[in-house]
């Protein structure tokens, strides 16, 4: 049986497990439980970020595992209000005494901000990198625009943009600038907040192969080269997150998902975001 720990997403580097645990919106003991529970169920890549105010709760999920820190992808962002160049490392040391790790595998810029130059905050994150405070960097929220100017300006590589991504959102403009500059895209809100089972294609493509609707997006994702981070408070469904690597969508029903997605599908924004491509 294929298991989850052996798919990843590589870019400028970095092996980013295809297949994550969000944590968004978890917290307190259930967030460390979940957390745990993710890792004994094979999860390898766990994402949280500053803003999600549950790093403490992320790291101690992460030692109950007792899975060896050197089979974990971990990542962390850093907020919007500490993008000033020393804030930012001091931010991002802060994230790694919540957590309790030495250092993190990926450490993003969470949205961007249009408050400080950018190319002061890529300067501070890639300083971040050469103290040893991360393996890797990236950004989170980017537009086209937003990729070209970070590329052009960042000191080291960015090895990925993570964004809102699945079936119901068209998200092909910003894939093809994370592979014209060699970076991996991780979806967040996959499975579209759930809103997967009420279509009825993905539920008719996932009855052919003994699947879920919220699989078959997980699927198409891994299919594209796309990290996905599902979030799930349920042992059942973390289960069935990670089942996604034992089938195989063809060619014919790839093409049908992507008939789901329009410009208008975004469930995520916030007051201060770019102007979506
Ligand atoms: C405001 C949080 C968006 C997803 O990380």
Redesign the pocket.
């Known amino acids: 049986m294929q298991t989850a720990d052996a798919h990843f997403v590589e870019a400028h580097g970095a092996k980013i497990p295809a297949l994550g645990l969000?944590t968004?919106e978890l917290s307190g003991h259930s967030c460390s439980r979940i957390v745990e529970q993710a890792l004994r169920l094979g999860y390898r890549h766990i994402?949280t970020?500053q803003?999600?105010d549950n790093e403490r709760e992320v790291g101690e999920g992460i030692r109950n595992s007792h899975i060896r820190r050197d089979q974990l992808f971990v990542t962390t962002?850093v907020w919007t209000t500490h993008f000033a160049p020393n804030d930012l490392v001091r931010s991002a040391k802060e994230s790694l005494v919540k957590l309790r790790l030495s250092e993190v595998d990926l450490l993003l810029l969470?949205?961007p901000n249009a408050h400080v130059p950018l190319a002061e905050t890529l300067g501070a994150l890639a300083q971040a990198r050469a103290l040893g405070l991360t393996r890797h960097i990236g950004v989170?929220?980017f537009t086209v625009a937003l990729l070209a100017e970070a590329v052009a300006v960042c000191p080291a590589p960015l090895v990925c943009n993570?964004v809102?991504y699945h079936p119901f959102l068209d998200q092909q403009k910003v894939l093809a600038a994370c592979a014209l500059y060699g970076m991996a895209l991780v979806a967040?809100?996959p499975i579209a907040r759930g809103n997967a089972k009420k279509s009825e294609v993905l539920t008719r493509i996932g009855n052919v192969h003994g699947k879920t609707a919220a699989q078959v997006c997980l699927r198409w994702l891994i299919q594209q080269n796309v990290a996905a981070i599902p979030r799930s408070s349920r042992l059942e469904r973390l289960a069935q997150n990670i089942d996604v690597f034992d089938f195989e969508l063809s060619d014919a029903e790839m093409q049908e998902i992507f008939t789901l997605g329009s410009p208008k599908g975004r469930l995520?924004t916030?007051p201060t975001a770019p102007v979506w491509d």
């Open positions: 969000g968004w994402d970020a803003i999600y962002k969470h949205w989170s929220n993570q809102e967040y809100s995520t916030m």
